[in-house]
């Protein structure tokens, strides 16, 4: 069974940094590029980033691009996000997603994990 | 960026209806069209791809069509199981993704 399951979000000030996990299993990990997509409350969803399964493609939002980070490490079947200089406008919740398509980086999503709440407020 | 928009922003329908949602890409996108469920309080669901393929598991009273600019979600038959909000996502030449801004799904 697919799991993905996100952790490290909290309240944080604004202009500080976090940064969120996410651990997968029930699949072979390094065989798919892997998501972070946000909600938040009470909102649409919105794509923050992604990454190739070799980590060779990186992309971001224009609303975060210079502020986020995305990363990997297949020997840990872990993805990350660090966010910088985080403005009240972050506040989402943020779920980690994997791609649908093994060895590509197809940009639609068959699994999300629950989300972690990421609140920006002083 | 090419913008995603959906109508209706909500509608409201009985059980048994068949109940359909539009989503139009400002520029064409083929197919590269997804679908999404969202029941209250629970975590996105994808139903169709490629603007007409199901993904496996979900129920065949949900279809997809459409290519180019127009697409829609079309529930054969309206369970109260489907009351959530309805999502689709374009991912031709990405990034950016662009996802429309949603449709709520009520029953009457």
């Known amino acids: 069974e697919v799991q993905l399951v996100e952790s490290g979000g909290g309240l944080v000030q604004p202009g500080r940094s976090l940064r969120l996990s996410c651990a997968a299993s029930g699949f072979t990990f390094d065989d798919y590029a892997m998501h972070w997509v946000r909600q938040a409350p009470g909102k649409g969803l919105e794509w923050v980033s992604g990454?190739?399964?070799?980590?060779?493609?990186?992309g971001y939002a224009d609303s975060v691009k210079g502020r986020f980070t995305i990363s990997r490490d297949n020997a840990k079947n872990s993805l990350y996000l660090q966010m910088n200089s985080l403005r009240a406008e972050d506040t989402a919740l943020y779920y980690c997603?994997?791609?649908?398509?093994?060895?590509?980086?197809?940009?639609?999503?068959?699994?999300w994990g629950q989300g972690t709440l990421v609140t920006v407020s002083s | 960026d090419i913008q995603m928009t959906q109508s209706p922003s909500s509608l409201s329908a009985s059980v048994g209806d068949r109940v359909t949602i539009t989503c139009r890409a400002s520029?064409?996108?083929?197919?590269?069209l997804a679908w999404y469920q969202q029941k209250p309080g629970k975590v996105p669901k994808l139903l169709i791809y490629?603007?007409?393929t199901l993904q496996s598991g979900v129920p065949s009273r949900f279809s997809g069509s459409g290519s180019g600019t127009d697409f829609t979600l079309t529930i054969s038959s309206l369970q109260p199981e489907d009351v959530a909000t309805y999502y689709c996502q374009k991912y031709n030449s990405a990034p950016p993704i662009t996802f429309g801004q949603g449709t709520r799904l009520e029953i009457k």
């Open positions: 997603a994997k791609d649908a398509v093994p060895a590509a980086m197809e940009y639609y999503f068959d699994y």
């Open positions: 990454i190739s399964w070799n980590s060779g493609s990186i």
């Open positions: 490629a603007a007409s």
């Open positions: 520029q064409g996108i083929s197919n590269y």
